[in-house]
């Protein structure tokens, strides 16, 4: 491909020759430096508040750091965190798909579900559950012509793990439900109602189109509410 003459796209050639003398002057930052200068001085400060404090004890700290203890609550951390954000994924996907249901019963009910455990704080739904029994001493299955098919004591079924676990799963679905609904109201209506004119069922319009493209709207708040849940661990003793 060959390069334009100066004339050809309406540049005389004394202007052109003139434009390609000029001096090009790199634009003054000083803004930035003065702004990345003053960053790194505080970050210095800080760092070295902390590590010349003797008050915080490093030795003992990192003596502590690998402690038997220590790696037997970061497991359970860990372990709390990937058992109810999978649990909390299932759920949320089953409420918000209720939430963009044509049955208002189901609409309903699934935002009855997000207003109430978004709106209760995790601290009172923990201590609900963990507290199950004072309310129910025995969880059991009875129906009409055959009976009671099985009978437990609350207490020997709501462990602490198992309550925790309940309890963080139920709050976080309600969040990841509405990060799921989001991300389905993102895809355009029009390809949901082209696939309906073709005769596709509604569960495989969300299986073959709406849930895959939604998938880029959902990973990144999710990954948030991952790192959040990983915190409010924390609240479980």
């Known amino acids: 491909m060959g390069v334009a003459h ?5 540049i005389e050639p004394g202007a052109a020759a003139a434009v390609s003398r000029l001096i090009v002057v790199p634009q003054r930052r000083y803004r930035i430096w003065i702004g990345t200068a ?6 210095f400060l800080i760092i070295r508040a902390f590590a010349s404090n003797p008050a915080f004890a490093w030795g003992t700290a990192a003596g502590y750091l690998f402690h038997p203890s220590i790696m037997r609550g970061l497991g359970n951390t860990l372990m709390l965190t990937v058992i109810i954000m999978v649990l909390a994924i299932v759920v949320g996907t089953v409420i918000a798909i209720m939430r963009v249901s044509p049955s208002p019963v ?18 009172i739904q923990l201590i609900f559950w963990f507290n199950l029994s004072l309310l129910v001493r025995e969880i059991s299955l009875t129906l009409p012509f055959l009976g009671t098919l099985f009978s437990v004591r609350t207490n020997d079924f709501m462990t602490p793990f198992f309550s ?18 989001a991300g389905i109201k993102s895809v355009p209506s029009g390809q949901s109602e082209a696939a309906s004119a073709l005769g596709m069922p509604y569960r ?7 849930l895959p493209q939604a998938m880029r709207f959902v990973l990144p ?3 948030n509410e ?7 661990t924390s609240l479980v003793t």
């Open 6 to 10: 100066p004339t050809e796209i309406g």
């Open 38 to 43: 003053f960053a790194l001085l505080l970050a």
């Open 106 to 123: 189901l609409r309903a009910f699934s935002g009855v579900y997000v207003w109430f455990f978004r709106g209760v704080p995790a601290l």
């Open 164 to 181: 925790a676990v309940v309890a963080l799963s139920l709050c976080e679905a309600g969040y990841m439900a509405e990060i799921i609904r």
């Open 204 to 210: 495989m319009i969300l299986k073959r189109i709406t």
């Open 221 to 223: 708040p999710t990954g």
């Open 226 to 232: 991952a790192i959040n849940l990983l915190k409010m």
